[in-house]
């Protein structure tokens, strides 16, 4: 007796098997890749959000805080003073730092905002002094150290009485290297005025 074979019951060759397996992982490959670009896209979209919303709310203290700057409770009384009142000076003379008074806050009437270089934050400094409201006096960070802030600008870089628009600059980074993002916002803030007509 003679066993037929049939055409239809032939198996894969070893080639074959191994072209599908080559085309398969390249396949997974691919996916995979892909899988692994849209996770590093979102969290880069991530970090990029988190620093914006950063500084953004660090920007908003800052404002908030330097809009005040000159404001005095009884402000006819500090108009007829004679020798004038040094709540009105705003010192943006030295490169990164913010120095104003006003009355009434707490911690002091006297503040200064600056850059600190060794942990990259903004420092907010209350005292009841101007002496102890300078460029390098301690305070309380404001912000995250996940965000390092790389500059902090203030113009006009002077020391005024009459000045009242005042443009700040914060710029800050997450992450390092190529990973790195870094972002730029800018405010205009206004001061008081002396009610002197300036």
């Not at 003379?93 to 600056?114: E, K, M, P």
């Not at 009485?161 to 600059?169: A, H, L, N, V």
């Amino acid at each position: 007796m003679k066993r037929s074979t049939g055409s239809g019951s032939r198996g894969f060759s070893l080639v074959e098997l191994m072209v599908a397996m080559v085309l398969g992982l390249i396949v997974v490959g691919a996916v995979i890749a892909l899988v692994l670009a849209m996770i590093r896209a979102n969290n880069q979209t991530l970090r990029a959000t988190r620093l914006t919303q950063e500084l953004r709310a660090t920007l908003a203290v800052v404002a908030n805080d330097f809009k005040r700057a000159r404001g005095v409770v009884d402000p006819l009384t500090e108009a007829t003073q004679a020798t004038g009142s040094q709540l009105y000076v705003v010192n943006t003379a030295t490169a990164g730092c913010l120095r104003y008074a006003y009355q009434g806050g707490v911690g002091g009437n006297w503040r200064s905002i600056r850059r600190d270089t060794a942990t990259n934050r903004l420092v907010l400094t209350a005292a009841s002094t101007q002496a102890n409201a300078t460029c390098a006096s301690t305070g309380v960070p404001l912000g995250s150290d996940q965000i390092a802030i790389t500059s902090f600008t203030i113009s006009p870089s002077s020391s005024s009485t009459t000045t009242r628009q005042y443009d700040i600059t914060i710029t800050g980074t997450v992450g390092s290297g190529s990973e790195g993002i870094t972002r730029t916002m800018r405010q205009a803030i206004f001061v008081r005025s002396l009610g002197d007509g300036t």
